[in-house]
């Protein structure tokens, strides 16, 4: 018996050809899975769809985008059990990064008719707003909002360091107060991160480095150099902490993991979830454990690897097959 699933499409993700991506995927799932195909459309956004398909009773959803399409058909699905399917289409493509999950056409559409799936957290924003990925208060907001339609379709994922370097010219500090279940931080920063899930390029919160995704756990990063110069040190380091995957020893910035994290700052600061603003400080946010069930690859286990040569007096002797 087949499986079935909602598709939701997104056919102005990207700057592939829609049509030919579509139909690629159709030819790659449909001897396998009855698809219900929704297209999203400027009055019909993701989030729409997704409720609509969740009301609707289906088995499975699978979403196809930029990160704002799949991040709205993942919030739309919190706490429902229903596994999603990713297949990015987008610029940036830092939900499937984020999650580890295959991101070209005929790979994700492998990943996805594998069938094995993985329950992730997620988050929750102001009570009411879901979170996959991530939000950014100060510097990481003022940065995407930089990086227009057109420029990340010319440029790419280079269309967030140019923006951010841009930024650097009108960087303000701020008055920040991060209150966790057990504390109360204040500091002078120019960015504060909460991550639930957060690629490496994602370079603003990885001062933890190697963001848990399934630990019940928010991770923070605080970043509070005093002058520009500062600033671009604090960011080379945080990308040379992304790529070693050791956590930051700079004094400039600071990070802890916390189950509900709730931001005001002074002056109010722009808030970016999941790669759209959505309005000023103060945030809260609280994690939801295992809010998600995505379709994960299956990995293949290391082959146990000995080494016996070198040892004093060793003797190895090669035991029949029974």
């Known amino acids: 018996m087949k499986r079935s699933a909602c598709l939701i499409f997104n056919p102005v993700a990207g700057n592939s050809n829609p ?35 969740v009301a609707r009773g289906v088995e499975e959803i699978i979403a196809s985008g930029g990160d704002g399409t799949l991040s709205a058909v993942a919030g739309a699905i919190v706490s429902t059990n229903i596994p999603l399917g990713i297949i990015s289409r987008g610029t940036a493509n830092a939900f499937a990064n984020a999650l580890e999950i295959p991101n070209t056409i005929d790979t994700a559409c492998a990943n996805i008719l594998g069938g094995l799936t993985r ?50 010219n009108n960087l303000e500090r701020f008055e920040a107060e991060i ?81 509900k994290v709730k931001i005001t700052a002074d002056p109010a600061q722009k808030v970016v979830i999941d790669g759209e603003i959505v309005g000023m400080t103060p945030l809260s946010i609280e994690c939801i454990p295992g809010g998600l069930t995505i379709f994960v690859p299956r990995v293949e286990e290391e082959p146990l690897v000995e080494k016996l040569t070198g040892l004093a007096d060793i003797e190895v002797t090669m035991k029949p097959l029974s």
């Open 119 to 168: 329950v992730v957290d997620a988050a929750i924003c102001n009570g009411e707003m879901p979170m996959v990925l991530l939000a950014g208060v100060g510097f990481e907001a003022e940065t995407v909002e930089l990086a227009d339609r057109d420029m990340k379709n010319r440029w790419g994922m280079l269309a967030y360091i140019l923006s951010g370097i841009k930024q650097l």
């Open 179 to 259: 209150e966790t279940e057990d504390k109360i931080i204040t500091v002078t920063a120019v960015a504060v991160t909460v991550a639930n899930a957060a690629p490496p390029t994602s370079i603003l919160a990885q001062g933890p480095a190697g963001i848990i995704f399934d630990d019940g756990l928010l991770d923070v990063t605080l970043v509070a150099p005093q002058t520009k110069a500062g600033a671009i040190a604090a960011s080379y380091h945080l990308l040379q902490t992304a790529l070693s995957g050791n956590p930051t020893d700079s004094d400039d910035i600071g990070y802890l993991r916390a189950k």
């Open 19 to 53: 049509e030919q991506d579509l139909a690629r995927i159709q030819e790659l799932l449909e001897p396998f899975i009855d698809l219900d195909i929704r297209l999203t459309t400027v009055e019909i956004d993701a989030d729409q769809l997704a409720r609509e398909a």
